[in-house]
């Protein structure tokens, strides 16, 4: 992962707009700290900060064509670079770097050819020869990407808020899937599958073609020239990963370079429900697995740094980027510079568990075309994010185009969940890898029921921000909170808190406004908290509000107890209400 900035037509083009630009680009060196570059053509900039993960020797950017009249600064990697090469005889390339390839193919294709691209991407271009340009993100919003317009006419792109908010007037998100085009002024999409309308699909569950495509996916990703490993909870989704990677490592060609054993890592409060579960998993593939601990007070001194690194002040995200953001620093430290995650599972087969509560499969399949949509502002933001900021790479295999695509145009009704059928929360996976002679996980892993990271690391993790947020958040600042806060208007004192934090770093209104709004529960959209009545008393992002559906649903008591009540021991665990939560689903399995 690698931070990218470029600033094209600006007015001033002296030496001190330069030492901005290289000022403005440092702000990113997190994501990436083994090189800077930078490239200035007449009123144009292309700055990058890069995280050498392939060719590390030579792949330095901005990268160039043959003439270098075209220059690109790229954030991501081009699985598919070397098919790509292949079909680009006619060109000569200077380094061994998979991004590249994009040089080459706008020299072949114009700015049709961003669809031919298999990967995570978020990269600018300039054409020198007419002093054009375009910017793309990946189809899902894998690798984060902020466009922004400056008073003198400016046209700004950065992998991170931080290097824009400054400098700009406006600024957004740049939305997945599209393409800016300098030469028509505007952002068109580019990526078009069939699930896109959300239209009902017909296509019959095939549970071998769903796994066939998740090891592709999987295997795909092992191209790294750099020591990785795999983020492992002991959920499903990670467990999955973990497995498919440990039955192909020995035949990738990482292998013959770093060895053919597999490092996992794992992080919570001592004794938390990840934590037990990852060391089972672990075991049972035989990998190097590295348990990691942090307190409730070690995630809380982090707040600030964490709301500065991930750029939003969503309750979810935070309570579980903070975390990620502490272990990708002790991974870091261990020379690991990649990392697979399992990202987008939930929302592709709809297994939060408030999917329990869908009418029907059109709902069902409507649901989990919003989530995908809408990843680029949470799971993709965290997962991305919270690594990259400890110059850590997060690749995430369900997110793969063609595995949504084969995962997308099954009928919903295999995916909803049927408790008188004996179909939990993504059936549909756990049945395509249960296989009963070489087997790739435990039954009672591959059947576990879902836990949201934020929650699996430690019930009290949650309690503890929430008595931390009471403590500084006063029932008179929420009272007064819709006129102080009149966009996205926090709805507990715990949002709140959040928000003057980000505030702090982010004052402008256009910062507010890339971050969503809007009721939900156990991660819901909006829409999906119209399935429960009872889910508008208690709107809540944790799993745990998904009441009568998670074995360790919030309790009326809990939720009637006042802060003092439940104060945060140093083991990391509140007393004896938030321990007998965690034993609770540390001996729940689901059926």
């Known amino acids: 992962m690698c931070g990218i900035l470029a600033v094209l037509g600006v007015a001033d083009v002296s030496l001190a707009k330069r030492s901005r630009i290289i000022e403005l680009s440092r702000r990113l060196r997190h994501r990436g700290p083994d090189w800077s570059g930078i490239h200035c053509y007449q009123d144009c900039y292309l700055a990058h900060q890069r995280l050498a993960i392939i060719d590390p020797t030579s792949g330095d950017q901005p990268l160039y064509n043959e003439e270098k009249s075209v220059v690109v600064t790229v954030n991501g990697e081009i699985y598919n670079h070397e098919e790509l090469k292949a079909n680009l005889k006619s060109h000569q390339f200077q380094t ?9 193919l706008y020299e072949e294709y114009g700015d049709e050819f961003v669809d031919m691209l298999d990967g995570m991407f978020a990269f600018v271009l300039l054409d020198t020869r007419d002093k054009s340009f375009i910017a793309a993100r990946d189809a899902i919003g894998i690798c984060p990407l902020y466009m922004g317009w400056g008073l003198d006419g400016s046209v700004w792109f950065s992998s991170e808020m931080k290097a824009l908010s400054d400098d700009c007037e406006r600024f957004i998100t740049f939305p997945p ?9 505007g952002l068109r999409r580019w990526y078009n599958p069939p699930w896109f309308s959300e239209s009902i699909p017909s296509t019959p569950y095939n549970p071998l073609l769903l796994r066939q495509s998740f090891e592709k996916a999987i295997i795909k990703r092992l191209m790294t020239d750099v020591p990785f490993g795999v983020l492992l909870s002991g959920g499903l989704d990670s467990s999955l990963v973990a497995s498919v990677v440990s039955r192909h490592l020995a035949e990738a060609k990482v292998a ?16 938390s429900p990840d934590l037990r579960a990852a060391k089972e998993v672990a075991d049972y593939l035989g990998t190097v697995h590295h348990e990691l601990h942090f307190t409730v007070q070690e995630g809380i001194d982090a707040l600030e740094e964490v709301i500065y690194h991930i750029e939003t002040y969503d309750v979810t995200t935070i309570r579980a980027s903070t975390p990620m953001f502490l272990m990708s620093r002790k991974i870091k430290s261990l020379g690991v510079k990649m990392v697979l995650s399992g990202e987008g599972s939930d929302e592709i087969f709809g297994g939060y568990l408030y ?9 069902f399949h409507e649901e989990t075309c919003r989530k995908i949509k809408a990843l680029h502002l949470y799971d993709c933001l965290r997962a991305n994010k919270a690594t990259s900021a400890w110059g850590v790479e997060a690749r995430v295999p369900f997110l793969d185009k063609n595995f949504i695509n084969v995962a997308m145009d099954i009928d919903p009704e295999w995916k909803m969940i049927r408790r008188d059928l004996g179909r939990i929360e993504k059936w549909v996976l756990r049945n395509a890898f249960d296989d009963e002679e070489k087997p790739y996980l435990p039954k009672h892993i591959l059947y576990r029921q879902k836990e949201q990271f934020s929650d699996g ?23 007064n909170a819709s006129f102080v806060y009149p966009e996205n208007t926090p709805a507990t004192k ?25 009721p939900s529960v156990a991660c819901s959209t909006a829409k999906a908290v119209e399935w429960d009545v009872a889910w508008s008393k208690n709107l809540d992002p944790s799993g745990r509000a998904a009441l009568g559906v998670h074995d360790a649903a919030y309790e009326d008591t809990l939720e009637k107890s006042p802060a003092s009540a439940n104060p945060v021991s140093d083991n990391g665990f509140g007393p004896a209400l938030g321990e007998s939560i965690v034993k609770t689903v540390a001996s729940a399995t689901a059926v």
């Not at 899937?177 to 002024?185: A, D, E, N």
């Not at 019930?459 to 006063?474: F, P, Q, T």
């Open 96 to 104: 061994a770097s998979d991004c590249e390839v994009i040089a080459h």
């Open 355 to 363: 999917f329990h509560k869908a009418p029907n499969k059109k709902e």
């Open 457 to 479: 690391v430690g019930y009290s993790w949650i309690d503890g921000l929430k008595d931390h947020a009471n403590e500084h958040v006063s029932d008179s600042m929420m009272m």
């Open 256 to 271: 013959a370079q770093w060895g053919n054993k597999l490092h996992t890592f794992c992080i919570g409060l001592k004794g």
């Open 494 to 518: 715990e949002a709140y808190y959040y928000r003057t934090i980000f505030e702090k770093f982010f004052p402008k209104n256009a910062a507010r406004l890339t971050v969503p709004g809007g």
């Open 177 to 185: 899937g599209h393409l800016y085009s300098s030469k028509t002024g």
